[in-house]
């Protein structure tokens, strides 16, 4: 049941991402190499979604890669960090022109893609291997 919520948190995280990014690319009537990478990044979890609902270990850690690096945002006038999905639920401490954000929706999934991989594999699935 877990595997499901993870797996479709993953294609529904992706098929808006994949919406806003056509809105962004149909708006500029240009394709940029930032929407380039914003299209692949929004394929990627669609992709993985649909593997992990599928129950393949390798995409597991895909989800768990996506969702980690959008835990953390941090934006300071030298430096920025920021990489969320268009589903989040973020709280953020702003000091001047600092802002230190935390994503309590990816840690939730983190924590949710943690516990899937330090399960037993599933023996009934013979499609295991990469």
Do not use: C
């Not at 806003?20 to 979604?49: D, K, R």
């Amino acid at each position: 049941m877990i595997q499901k919520i993870a797996g479709w948190a993953l294609v529904t995280s992706g098929v808006v991402g994949l919406g806003l990014t056509g809105y962004l690319i149909f708006t500029s009537m240009e394709l940029n190499l930032l929407l380039a990478f914003l299209l692949a990044v929004s394929i990627l979890p669609i992709v993985s979604g649909i593997y992990t609902l599928k129950n393949q270990r390798w995409a597991l850690w895909i989800g768990l890669l996506y969702f980690l690096v959008q835990v953390i945002r941090i934006e300071t006038s030298g430096f920025a960090w920021s990489f969320e999905s268009p589903i989040s639920f973020s709280f953020a401490l702003t000091h001047e022109h600092t802002h230190i954000g935390f994503n309590l929706f990816a840690a939730i999934m983190l924590i949710i893609f943690i516990k899937l991989l330090r399960a037993k594999p599933n023996t009934d699935n013979t499609e295991q291997s990469i």
